[in-house]
């Protein structure tokens, strides 16, 4: 899996592997709790961005494509995870489940476009904490939040609610902190949306009901991207609801096409 796919809690035996994308400025430790919660249910990967971390002084990703292209080439390409066995080589790939939060989301969506596309489309696909892509992004000041100053980006920061205070307030971590949230918002921000036919994997939306930056209605909007089924769990929170409601969200994913494909035989 190279540099870009952590395993945390490792489940080979589950019937399908969950593909985890961070939030903008995040890192694979972001989801290390969801990862514990949903072992054993689902394999749970997630995704390692450049430029963070044990890989800090790469270059940040620059285009939403870069990383959909780097991902789907690191997935194992096998169920079983050890090669040299004779059924490894006969196996067909382990169903793929994708869950993406804020501009996790966005590659997500993008990654489940290119496995459909390619003849292998997801089991389903999980949105968090992002409006639907083909709704126009809102902009929250008066120019974009990567040209923002550090002051005004770390405000931004301390409204979603997603970095502590201290950490936010330490001279010493913030240039640590912000290069990575204002590349991401860069890429975000750049990211062109292309219309295109919609998914037929389920669609599982999910969203705080006191996001300062994403509207319910337009979370609900993501059932347009597909023709498959469509569900929406609205969860007392702001944008990063998720870490209040971890035991509520594995039971999603368990009660989804992923969660019920159960072990592989």
């Known amino acids: 899996m190279g540099d870009w796919i952590r395993s945390f809690h490792p489940a080979p035996a589950a019937g399908t592997r969950l593909l985890c994308f961070p939030h903008a400025g995040g890192s694979a430790s972001a989801y290390f709790a969801l990862s514990a919660a949903v072992s054993g249910t689902v394999d749970p990967m ?10 800090y002084g790469e270059p940040f990703a620059e285009r939403t494509d870069e990383i959909v292209d780097a991902v789907l080439a690191a ?3 096998r169920s079983d995870s050890t090669p040299t066995a004779p059924a490894a080589r006969t196996s067909p ?7 993406g939060h804020s501009m996790g989301a966005v590659l997500a969506f993008e ?3 290119r496995m459909t596309a390619a003849g292998r489309p997801p089991v389903a696909l ?3 904490g992002r409006e639907a892509p083909s709704l126009p992004w809102r902009p929250v000041a008066d120019r974009p939040v990567h040209e923002m100053s550090d002051p005004e980006l770390v405000d931004e920061m301390r409204k979603l609610s997603g970095t502590t205070n201290e950490l936010l307030s330490s001279p010493e971590l913030l240039p640590l902190i912000l290069p990575p ?21 389920p669609v599982v939306a999910l969203t705080g009901d006191a996001d300062p930056r994403v509207e319910v209605e337009g979370v609900r909007a993501w059932e347009s991207e ?9 969860l007392a929170g702001g944008h990063f609801f998720l870490d209040s409601h971890l035991s509520y969200v594995a039971k999603v994913i368990a009660a989804s096409p992923a969660g019920r494909s159960g072990a592989t035989p």
Request: glycine share 8%; proline share 11%.
């Open 75 to 77: 997935l194992p390409g």
């Open 46 to 55: 997630v995704v390692q961005y450049p430029g963070r971390q044990e890989r």
């Open 126 to 128: 999980f949105v968090s």
């Open 93 to 99: 790939p382990a169903p793929i489940a994708l869950f």
């Open 226 to 234: 597909t023709s498959g089924d469509f569900s929406c769990h609205v």
């Open 181 to 201: 949230v204002r590349a991401d918002y860069r890429l975000l921000e750049t990211h062109v949306h292309r219309t295109g036919p919609p998914l037929g994997c």
């Open 111 to 113: 990654t489940a476009r």
